[in-house]
């Protein structure tokens, strides 16, 4: 009797084996998946354009409201996007590389405009009061709350880093040396001489 019984159990471990492989063979032949699908040159969502695209997670949620930042009499940096659309996407590099040299004196504030409550009317402290329907759109104002850059499309960093030059009293471009980073081996042959 337990030699049938060994024999059944036998038989019944080598069919589940066998339907294990065929139901794993089935599945891998008959269910596709999509691979991802990001892009930098397409209107599809991936993410957050500021992680996905520009590296630099740090830039949302901003730090303060235009509201906060322009009652401290700071320079604010207000720039619209939408995260599904190629040009933001591709922007967003240049967003980062503003907050790079401009993250400390300046109030950064990356707006994705679908965020942006819908009314009728809005307050000059409320980032739909300079929505002009368009992304990518710069906004840059100075310690007094003026506006003086309000651009749509993707501003060069040259234009930007003019304008903060002006607002924040800095030499212009053309007589200051080219800030360079150096690379990681520079800063260790430094510390060991």
């Not at 892009?39 to 520009?54: E, H, L, P, S, T």
């Not at 590296?55 to 930042?69: D, E, F, H, Q, Y």
């Not at 933001?88 to 590099?93: I, R, S, T």
């Not at 240049?94 to 819908?118: H, K, L, R």
Request: glycine residues 6%; contains cysteine; hydrophobic residues 40%.
């Amino acid at each position: 009797m337990n030699a049938v019984k060994s024999q059944i159990l036998h038989c019944f471990a080598q069919w589940q084996r066998i339907i294990s492989v065929l139901l794993l063979l089935f599945c891998l032949l008959f269910t596709t998946t999509q691979p991802a699908s990001a892009g930098i040159k397409d209107d599809r969502f991936d993410g957050n354009i500021f992680v996905v695209y520009a590296g630099n997670g740090s830039l949302v949620p901003p730090r303060a409201t235009l509201k906060k930042a322009l009652s401290e009499h700071k320079p604010v940096f207000l720039a619209f996007y939408v995260d599904d659309s190629s040009d933001c996407k591709q922007y967003a590099l240049i967003i980062s590389q503003v907050q790079a040299f401009y993250g400390s004196p300046v109030e950064i504030i990356p707006m994705n405009v679908d965020t942006i409550p819908p009314k009728t009317k809005y307050e000059p402290t409320e980032p739909g009061y300079y929505y002009s329907g368009g992304v990518p759109q710069v906004v840059l104002f100075n310690q007094d709350g003026k506006v003086v850059l309000n651009k749509k499309g993707q501003v060069p960093f040259e234009e930007i880093d003019d304008k903060f030059r002006e607002v924040l009293d800095l030499v212009p471009r053309s007589e200051s040396v080219e800030l360079k980073r150096r690379s990681f081996n520079e800063f260790n042959s430094e510390l060991t001489q």
